[in-house]
């Protein structure tokens, strides 16, 4: 009975600690299934937990070997059939994203002893000892996103990411840590215009080179639930142009129309040269809608 009682124990401190809201019968019974050989219930979604200096890559998934890949069937077409790396699904009002937050692409930061490891291009520098590091990313966004009309969320607040690529991985917002200025810090980029801050999140500040390259490629999405693309947006009638500040987007990055997976005119943000940042980025200081949550 003392046994019984303790696990039962353990299940709520579990769920009360780890998991986010949700009102997923789903997702509780699978908590209470592996609570008891869990640290955190988010490797209950994401799979083994990737140790970098033997990471692999799985080729039938194009993910790091053992995390686990899957988008539910009640996501959106424009997630489900692009979003991977991480586990996706629907509660409620909200997109639910849950990953470890490890790359498909080799990086310096993956360290030297790493069939992942590579050097990094000409002229860039390492973060530090910064490593790349297995995540516990919760991300809660709403589903139906709408502007925010006054008094604007800064993209500087204190979130653990701001968004999350379709590979997987954070999104950071348009600066640096102090006293570094973004430009600066772009420096330690490794070959796909990412790396990890100091508890070894890897992130993209700038465009991920494996997803978009200056096209119109998805990139991810915003935690205030709209999306983001590459340089160039694409229409719904294939016309492509290049929208800047001031040119076709406003200061947070976005605009509205279509694109290729929203017939309907919609508001998406682009990867654009940011003022404050110095260097292009994937937002701008301010969100456009009102972000959910984000918890590591």
């Given at each position: 009975?003392?046994?019984?009682?303790s696990?039962?124990?353990?299940?709520?401190?579990?769920?009360?600690?780890?998991?986010?809201?949700?009102?997923?019968?789903?997702?509780?019974?699978?908590?209470?299934?592996?609570?008891?050989?869990?640290?955190?219930?988010?490797?209950?979604?994401?799979?083994?937990?990737?140790?970098?200096?033997?990471?692999?890559?799985?080729?039938?998934?194009?993910?790091?070997?053992?995390?686990?890949?899957?988008?539910?069937?009640?996501?959106?077409?424009?997630?489900?059939?692009?979003?991977?790396?991480?586990?996706?699904?629907?509660?409620?009002?909200?997109?639910?994203?849950?990953?470890?937050?490890?790359?498909?692409?080799?990086?310096?930061?993956?360290?030297?002893?790493?069939?992942?490891?590579?050097?990094?291009?000409s002229?860039?520098?390492?973060?530090?000892?910064?490593?790349?590091?297995?995540?516990?990313?919760?991300?809660?966004?709403?589903?139906?996103?709408?502007?925010?009309?006054?008094?604007?969320?800064?993209?500087?607040?204190?979130?653990?990411?701001?968004?999350?690529?379709?590979?997987?991985?954070?999104?950071?917002?348009?600066?640096?840590?102090?006293?570094?200025?973004?430009?600066?810090?772009?420096q330690?980029?490794?070959?796909?215009n990412?790396h990890?801050?100091?508890?070894?999140?890897?992130?993209?500040?700038?465009?991920?080179?494996?997803?978009?390259?200056?096209?119109?490629?998805?990139?991810?999405?915003?935690?205030?639930?709209?999306?983001?693309?590459?340089?160039?947006?694409?229409?719904?009638?294939?016309?492509?142009t290049?929208?800047?500040?001031?040119?076709?987007?406003?200061?947070?990055?976005?605009?509205?129309?279509?694109?290729?997976?929203?017939?309907?005119?919609?508001?998406?943000?682009?990867?654009?040269s940011?003022?404050?940042?110095?260097?292009?980025?994937?937002?701008?200081?301010?969100?456009?809608?009102?972000?959910?949550?984000?918890?590591?």
């Open positions: 009975m003392l046994a019984t009682t696990l039962l124990v353990l299940f709520v401190l579990l769920l009360t600690n780890c998991k986010p809201k949700s009102d997923s019968d789903e997702d509780t019974l699978l908590l209470l299934a592996v609570a008891a050989s869990r640290i955190c219930a988010n490797s209950a979604y994401t799979g083994t937990t990737v140790v970098a200096s033997t990471a692999t890559l799985d080729t039938n998934t194009d993910c790091i070997t053992g995390m686990t890949s899957s988008m539910s069937a009640d996501l959106p077409a424009w997630i489900r059939n692009n979003f991977k790396c991480a586990v996706g699904s629907v509660s409620g009002t909200n997109y639910v994203f849950r990953s470890q937050n490890i790359p498909n692409n080799k990086s310096y930061y993956f360290g030297s002893t790493s069939p992942r490891y590579e050097a990094l291009g002229g860039q520098k390492a973060a530090g000892t910064n490593q790349i590091s297995s995540q516990c990313l919760v991300y809660t966004i709403p589903s139906s996103p709408s502007e925010k009309l006054t008094n604007k969320t800064g993209t500087q607040s204190g979130y653990a990411s701001v968004g999350i690529t379709v590979n997987g991985l954070a999104i950071f917002n348009n600066a640096a840590a102090a006293p570094d200025t973004l430009s600066t810090e772009a330690t980029f490794d070959q796909y990412g990890p801050q100091n508890s070894g999140v890897y992130h993209h500040h700038s465009q991920p080179l494996n997803v978009s390259n200056n096209n119109s490629n998805l990139i991810g999405i915003l935690i205030d639930g709209f999306a983001l693309y590459g340089r160039d947006c694409k229409d719904s009638s294939n016309n492509t290049t929208p800047t500040i001031g040119s076709g987007l406003d200061s947070n990055h976005g605009h509205t129309t279509t694109t290729q997976h929203f017939a309907t005119a919609t508001y998406h943000y682009h990867y654009t940011d003022p404050t940042a110095g260097i292009p980025t994937l937002i701008g200081s301010y969100f456009y809608g009102t972000p959910g949550t984000v918890s590591n």
